[in-house]
């Protein structure tokens, strides 16, 4: 099982077919397979390297503001993420602040092209800076010529029934502004983790049945907390997930049942997380 991809799939070479069957069983089992730290660029080209043809690649990193320190060369490093997710999924999805992934929209790597700008709203921003208060953030919906979508998945019973009998006039998709409240305070407890930057999986599990049909793959090279995992299963897909911190891998890991895996034959893993 690899995924339905447009791509063609590329080989896997004989040394790495162990450490892809690895890949294959834990995702049979589990639905997920949770890597042990990487750097998002190694595991995409992991993920290339071991033919696995993901439908979709999520990439949520830091946003280059707050928290998560700045780098000036933040541009490179999302142009980096984007061929490299460009050359291995049908669609992409990159999250940021509007004022930062608006930048990325003027270099995008072909194949890929702007699908949807999508929004993220939520009135519960607990902010203190006097003047606008944030309440959105970006998702850029990419993808390459061709790549599948389902908005037929959004549809109700009776709207699909409808189809069935080929009265539907026209097809109904879900809105490109997503509502949902940030995790923080009361809300979301049974969902929180302790990942500073974790989003809720309604949204992501709305952006998953957009383009995943049962048992596509998504990939997620930098998961946090690990709910791509969550909202694939939710959607009947299937999930490669890592970080390069070795806290996120392990509550990832733990979030979803499973443990980390280091891949035989594989270099560039940081070792086991401790747990
Ligand atoms: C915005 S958070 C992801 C949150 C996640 N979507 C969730 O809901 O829990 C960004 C993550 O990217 C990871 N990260 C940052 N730079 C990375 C890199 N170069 N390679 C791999 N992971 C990275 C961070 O450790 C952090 O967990």
Redesign the pocket.
């Known amino acids: 099982m690899a995924g339905r991809s447009i791509l063609s799939q590329p080989a896997c070479r004989p040394e790495l077919q162990a450490a892809r069957a690895m890949v294959e069983e834990a995702m049979e089992r589990d639905g997920v397979v949770v890597l042990s730290?990487?750097?998002?660029?190694?595991?995409l080209g992991l993920v290339a390297e071991l033919g696995l043809a993901p439908t979709c690649a999520?990439l949520?990193?830091?946003?280059n503001k707050g928290a998560?320190g700045v780098r000036p060369d933040y541009r490179e490093?999302l142009d980096g993420l984007l061929a490299g997710a460009g050359a291995v999924a049908d669609h992409v999805y990159l999250?940021g602040f509007p004022e930062i992934v608006a930048g990325q929209l003027e270099r995008l790597p072909a194949p890929l092209q702007l699908v949807s700008w999508l929004t993220w709203y939520y009135k519960n921003n607990p902010s203190v800076i006097r003047g606008w208060r944030s309440a959105q953030m970006t998702c850029l919906h990419l993808s390459r010529p061709g790549a599948r979508l389902y908005p037929e998945h959004f549809l109700t019973p009776a709207q699909l029934e409808k189809k069935r009998a080929g009265k539907l006039r026209y097809l109904p998709g879900p809105p490109s502004v997503l509502e949902a409240p940030l995790l923080v305070g009361f809300v979301g407890r049974a969902e929180r983790?302790g990942?500073?930057?974790?989003?809720p999986c309604q949204v992501?599990s709305t952006l998953l049945r957009m383009v995943l049909g049962e048992g596509d793959i998504v990939v997620?090279?930098?998961?946090?907390?690990?709910?791509?995992g969550q909202a694939a299963r939710e959607v009947g897909g299937k999930a490669i997930l890592?970080?390069?911190?070795p806290?996120?891998v392990e509550v990832?890991a733990r979030r979803l049942g499973v443990r980390p895996v280091a891949l035989p034959g594989v270099p560039g893993f940081r070792g086991r997380p401790a747990g």
Not at 37 to 43: D, H, Y
Not at 222 to 228: L, R, V, Y
Not at 242 to 245: A, E, L, N, Q
Request: glycine share 8%; aromatic share 16%; hydrophobic share 25%.
């Open positions: 730290p990487l750097e998002a660029s190694r595991t999520m949520d990193p830091w946003y998560g490093f999250w983790t990942h500073p930057s974790q989003k992501f997620d090279p930098m998961c946090g907390s690990g709910t791509t890592s970080d390069h911190d806290r996120w990832a």
